[in-house]
């Protein structure tokens, strides 16, 4: 399982930025893809993910708002938008993907595989 995510840069508050996760066919129609971020010396935490099955989308409350996750079925790719970022949103972000349930959807362990992580970093 490959995943691969790149976008990340340095970009003023308030700015836009695009993240992409791109992975093989095989893995795009089997697992469910999501994003996670770590700032330095924190947790990996939860950012958003959306649903392999029925599309929907689950975020972090505090992204809601402000960023838009989407599958593109046609280049098995999962896109976060971020809009009007925050120097809090810095962190290393990272695509993972797994079978997470609902309660789960959350969790890193629910998702087995990861991508290499691509840095944002917001300034003030």
């Known amino acids: 399982v490959q995943l691969q995510a790149f976008g990340g840069g340095l970009v003023q508050a308030g700015g836009p930025l695009r993240l992409s996760c791109t992975a093989s066919?095989?893995?795009?129609?089997?697992?469910?893809l999501g994003w996670f971020r770590q700032a330095s010396g924190k947790e990996r935490e939860f950012v958003a993910v959306?649903?392999?099955?029925?599309?929907?989308?689950y975020y972090d409350d505090s992204v809601k708002g402000r960023f838009t996750i989407s599958r593109d079925n046609a280049k098995n790719t999962v896109n976060l938008q971020m809009n009007n970022l925050k120097p809090e949103d810095t962190a290393v972000y990272y695509c993972g993907a797994g079978r997470p349930i609902i309660s789960t959807v959350s969790r890193p362990e629910a998702y087995y595989y990861w991508g290499q992580g691509t840095l944002v970093t917001v300034s003030s």
């Open positions: 959306i649903a392999r099955s029925n599309m929907r989308p």
């Open positions: 066919r095989d893995t795009f129609n089997t697992y469910t």
